[in-house]
C-alpha cells in the first residue's frame, strides 16, 4: 500500500503487510508515522494511491464504503459519541449502521459485554467518565458484530489506570469474539502490553515486525 497526499506528502511508502485472522496487531510509531492513514485504507476512509487491500481475500476496493463500515468495527480516539443522545441511543446507532432496530435487549447485551452496568443506557454521555466513554465507543463498534475491529489510540485520553483496566478488557473481548484487531498506538507499552504482534512504522515504513516477547528479549 502506499498513499501520497494530494499535498505531495508520501504518508504510507510501499508497506507489505498480512494480518492473521484473530490476531491482534499493534501499529506503533511516532506521530505522523503514517499509522492512521495506513489504518483509514483499511475501510477506505482514505484512499490508497498504490497496492491494494483485500480482507479474507475480497480486496476492498469492490466492496462499497457504506458496506464495509457495517463490517469493519472502528473506534477512534475522541469517540465522539452524540452528545445530545442517551448512551443507549448511541450504541444503537452501531445496530441501525447493521439495519437492525434499536433493541433494548441487544444495548443491554452490548453494555454487559464491555462490563457497564445496565442503567447506563438512560445517561447521556457528559454523565459518564472518560473511560466509561471509551467503553460505550467500543460498544458501539460491536455493535456490528464486526469481524475486523480497527482502533485509532483507542486509549489516548485516559489515565493510566484507567487505559489498564480498558485495555484488558478489550483484550478479553478479542479473545471471547475471536474480533481480529488492529489498533494504532504511539505508546509501545501500550502495544506491548495488549497486542500479539507490533508493527513499528517509520516515515511510512514498516521498520520492526515482532511479538512482543520477541521486543522484550532484543530478538
Ligand atoms: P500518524 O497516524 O502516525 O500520526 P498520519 O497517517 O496521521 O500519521 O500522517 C502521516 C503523514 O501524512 C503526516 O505527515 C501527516 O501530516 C500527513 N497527512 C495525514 N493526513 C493528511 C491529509 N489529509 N492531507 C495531507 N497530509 C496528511
Ligand atoms: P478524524 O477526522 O477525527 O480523524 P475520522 O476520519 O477517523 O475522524 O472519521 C471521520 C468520521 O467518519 C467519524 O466521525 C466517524 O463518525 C465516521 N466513521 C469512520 N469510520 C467509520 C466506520 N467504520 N463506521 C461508521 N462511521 C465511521
Do not use: C
Not at 49 to 64: F, H, L, N, R, Y
Not at 109 to 138: F, K, N, T
Amino acid at each position: 500500500m502506499t498513499k501520497r497526499y494530494a499535498n505531495g506528502t508520501l504518508a504510507v511508502d510501499g508497506v507489505s503487510l498480512e494480518v492473521a485472522a484473530g490476531s491482534f496487531v499493534a501499529l506503533v510509531g511516532t506521530s505522523g508515522s503514517g499509522k492512521s492513514t495506513l489504518l483509514k485504507m483499511v475501510n477506505r476512509l482514505v484512499e490508497p494511491t498504490g497496492g491494494s487491500i483485500a480482507i479474507g481475500g475480497e480486496p476492498v476496493d469492490q466492496v462499497p464504503a457504506h458496506l464495509l463500515r457495517r463490517r469493519i468495527g472502528y473506534v477512534f480516539q475522541n469517540i465522539g459519541l452524540f452528545p445530545h443522545l442517551t448512551v443507549g441511543e448511541n450504541i444503537a446507532i452501531g445496530l441501525r449502521l447493521r439495519g437492525e432496530k434499536h433493541n433494548d435487549a441487544r444495548v443491554a447485551e452490548l453494555l454487559d459485554l464491555i462490563e457497564l452496568p445496565d442503567d447506563v443506557a438512560g445517561r447521556r454521555p457528559d454523565a459518564l467518565s472518560g473511560g466509561q466513554r471509551q467503553r460505550v465507543g467500543v460498544a458501539r463498534a460491536l455493535a456490528i458484530k464486526p469481524g475486523l475491529m480497527l482502533m485509532d489510540e483507542p486509549f489516548g485520553a485516559l489515565d493510566p489506570v484507567t487505559r489498564d483496566t480498558l485495555g484488558h478488557a478489550v483484550r478479553r473481548l478479542h479473545g471471547t469474539l475471536g474480533l481480529t484487531t488492529i489498533m494504532v498506538t504511539h505508546d509501545m507499552a501500550e502495544a506491548l502490553l495488549f497486542a500479539d504482534r507490533v508493527l513499528v512504522m517509520q516515515h511510512g515504513r514498516i521498520v520492526a515486525d515482532a511479538t512482543p516477547h520477541e521486543m522484550l528479549s532484543g530478538a
